[in-house]
């Protein structure tokens, strides 16, 4: 069964370093997305990407993320110059037009 | 913002017994999934219930959606340990999904 890939499982970064984490959504979805969860905490929206552009975008994704689909398989997330209170478990999703979202098994981002 | 609220924060309850997890949410949607996730893994979807639906089954998960009241219900039935997961009910309105905080279930064997 086809499953949304993430790399790495798990990031470590020094503070202000730039990081990319990187997705590979299932091939025919149309949908992409990125979800945080800081350890012990809901898991939050950060931004839904559809034709090649952001369709939406929650109040954590300042100016510091970034989302680019780079080759029609990767989404990958930015984060410019890292911070502390950036370190969670990072969570790309996508679907087709249907309802149902596909999870990818998280990256572990930890910021020294 | 985060759209749907799920209540108790925290359950725990012994194997074979039947847990009972409650979300709220506060706009209109067109459908309201349940998620489970292990600790320190991913996502997994358990079940999708629509506006217009009021009840769902899926083995041992009874889903209920009351629109009215802008609420959701979640009960695994005779509990097992391997069920001791976070779940979170999450709220979709024209691809656009939000989570609730989740409810942390622990099953004791």
């Known amino acids: 069964e086809p499953e949304v890939t993430q790399t790495p499982s798990h990031q470590v970064t020094q503070m202000g370093q730039e990081v990319i984490l990187r997705c590979v959504p299932i091939?025919?979805?149309?949908?992409f997305y990125w979800y945080r969860q800081i350890l012990g905490q809901k898991v939050e929206f950060l931004v839904s990407?559809?034709?090649?552009?952001?369709?939406?975008k929650s109040e954590i994704f300042d100016d510091q993320f970034s989302v680019e689909r780079p080759d029609g398989s990767n989404f990958t997330l930015k984060i410019r110059s890292t911070k502390l209170e950036d370190s969670a478990m990072y969570f790309c999703?996508?679907?087709?037009?249907?309802?149902?979202?596909?999870f990818g098994p998280g990256t572990r981002l930890t910021v020294l | 913002s985060q759209q749907g609220e799920e209540d108790p924060q925290a359950l725990s309850i012994q194997e074979g017994e039947n847990a009972t997890m409650n979300c709220s949410y506060k706009?209109?949607?067109?459908?309201l999934q349940w998620y489970r996730q292990n600790s320190g893994r991913g996502l997994v979807h358990l079940i999708l219930?629509?506006?217009?639906?009021r009840e769902k089954h899926s083995g041992r998960l009874r889903v209920t959606l009351d629109t009215s009241k802008k609420s959701s219900s979640l009960l695994i039935t005779a509990s097992r340990a391997a069920d001791t997961a976070s779940y979170f009910c999450?709220?979709?309105?024209?691809?656009?999904?939000?989570f609730g905080a989740g409810t942390r279930l622990t099953v004791k064997p």
């Open positions: 706009t209109s949607i067109n459908n």
């Open positions: 091939s025919n979805h149309l949908y």
């Open positions: 999450a709220t979709d309105a024209n691809n656009d999904m939000r």
């Open positions: 999703a996508s679907n087709p037009a249907a309802d149902t979202q596909y």
């Open positions: 990407f559809y034709n090649n552009e952001i369709s939406e």
């Open positions: 219930i629509r506006s217009n639906e």
